[in-house]
């Protein structure tokens, strides 16, 4: 008797915490459209996020603070076309979730109602956790994102955040009012290696790192930096798993190239037709 396989579940936030727990790492990419998507969801990834990252790598933006709600919901739709099981988190962008509470409410609800994500992020720790209860009171997830955020880096006094007494303390309480608002994970973005790895035994939520060391519960990287399609810069904490970039770059050299010459098409790219149709045709 031929035993079936087993068909994989639908990631939840009670699913992550479990992992937790367990002491399983959690596994989380970026996304910004359907095939990429597929493929991340197809190769068994736990997380998916939609990052505000989409303003650098996809639009072409110098930072993320441009990047409208419009844009995130475009983007947000084509990749939960493209995913049946990862969890997936959708970025507020920057003034999305400022302003007031009930805009922020409004604002997450668009996200899960108009382009089906399971829960939104946003940055921000203590001076946020009003704003995560409330929008987790009205039963949507919440990832908190404290460390390095890059809606506001430019008020924050270089990449690296936690290193003194004072900035660390402020990490790490931000970390328990998030857990305490409600929220179901956190994003821990270049924080000390050690600092990460006290706020992950702190908190009783999944943490996930990104330039954060090996101690959080998950890591996260931009999509478009592990496959090594984007060539401005590669962040420290990034390791490159295929570097895409020369390889399409030559391929599209090599397309041009036969174009030019007349290689391309050849006949086993054509369609045909019956030539009693053209005689038909010429005869008219």
Known sequence: MVSKVQERKKVTPVYLKDKKSKGEKISMLTAYDYSI?????????????VGDSLGNVILGYDTTAPVTMEEMLHHCKAVRRGVKYA???????????????EESKRNAGRFVKESG???????????????VYSIVNIGIPVVGHIGYTPQTAGALDGVVQGKDVQTAQHLLDSALALEEAGACMIVLECVP???????????????????AGVYCDGQ??????MLGLFEKFVPKFVK????????IEQAVKTYVKEVSAGEFPKQEHAYKIDETILMKLKKN
């Open 37 to 49: 998507a597929g493929v991340l969801d197809k190769s068994g990834i736990d997380t998916i996020l």
């Open 87 to 101: 969890f997936l988190i959708a970025d507020m962008p920057f003034m999305s979730y400022h302003i007031s509470i």
């Open 117 to 131: 994500c399971d829960a939104i992020k946003l940055e921000g720790g203590t001076n946020m956790a009003d704003t």
């Open 193 to 211: 290696e050690l600092l990460a790895k006290l706020i992950t035994e702190s908190v009783n939520i999944p943490t996930i790192g990104i330039g």
């Open 220 to 225: 996260v990287l931009v999509v478009n930096d």
């Open 240 to 247: 490159q798993y295929a570097t895409l970039y020369p390889l």
